[in-house]
């Protein structure tokens, strides 16, 4: 079946400039994540959404950092004022949630340049 | 919060032999540990995990060992191949929803 999906698949900005990535994750997967991932580093949680729970927004870098997701499925992660150190290959994963850890499926990313 | 340490950072080996990556992780509550495998421009992509009732699993040539009371868990891969170069990352997860990552360990197959 379909996986994770993302776009764009890249993504060059003027510093300043605000930006829009977009995850679809897997059909009936209730869990999605954002994760940021620095070259040649981890993966840096960023936020996560859970059904209809609240998210958890802890691992923002900064309030120009937000994301939604609409109707329980697809989320856009939002970067106001873009600055270099933005730069990064932005991830998405879902699970299918099921009351304990389950496999997070990763999209292709979105790989964000900020001149 | 949880805490994961990977070592080593970079793996070289010959064609053939095996590799060994070593996580340890700080939170006695994490109960599951996933073993991604990332290769240059693509997504992550789970090669094996464990969870906390089971001390070793193996898929292959790809095995993975936990050791609850020392808090550390390993990804052994045997009779390495070129295809298994790749950046691997290890993760320690609990009964929340978060998976904490380690750094990653560049693993180069040398033909």
């Known amino acids: 079946g379909a996986g994770v999906s993302q776009s764009p698949s890249n993504k060059v900005t003027e510093k300043g400039k605000d930006v829009e990535l977009r995850c679809d994750p897997i059909?009936?997967?209730?869990?999605l994540y954002w994760y940021r991932q620095s070259l040649g580093q981890g993966l840096e949680f960023l936020i996560y959404?859970?059904?209809?729970?609240?998210?958890?927004k802890s691992g923002l870098p900064s309030d120009r950092f937000s994301a939604e997701r609409t109707g329980g499925s697809v989320s856009t992660l939002t970067i106001q004022r873009t600055q270099q150190e933005d730069s990064a290959v932005y991830l998405c994963?879902?699970?299918?949630?099921?009351?304990?850890?389950?496999?997070?499926?990763f999209g292709p990313g979105t790989r964000l340049l900020v001149l | 919060g949880e805490n994961v340490e990977q070592h080593p950072s970079t793996l070289s080996v010959q064609e053939g032999d095996s590799a060994v990556i070593k996580c340890t992780y700080s939170?006695?509550?994490?109960?599951?540990f996933p073993w991604y495998k990332q290769e240059l421009g693509k997504r992550p992509q789970l090669i094996i995990d464990?969870?906390?009732?089971?001390g070793e699993k193996k898929d292959q040539r790809i095995a993975v060992t936990l050791n609850k009371t020392a808090k550390h868990f390993s990804l052994h891969i045997t009779e390495t191949q070129p295809e298994d170069s790749a950046v691997y990352f290890c993760?320690?997860?609990?009964?929340?929803?978060?998976?904490?990552f380690g750094k990653g360990t560049l693993l180069t197959v040398n033909p």
């Open positions: 993760a320690g997860g609990g009964s929340n929803y978060k998976l904490t």
């Open positions: 464990i969870r906390s009732n089971v």
């Open positions: 059909s009936g997967h209730t869990a």
């Open positions: 939170d006695s509550a994490s109960n599951y």
């Open positions: 994963a879902s699970s299918p949630w099921e009351g304990g850890q389950e496999t997070q499926y």
């Open positions: 959404f859970q059904g209809n729970s609240a998210p958890d």
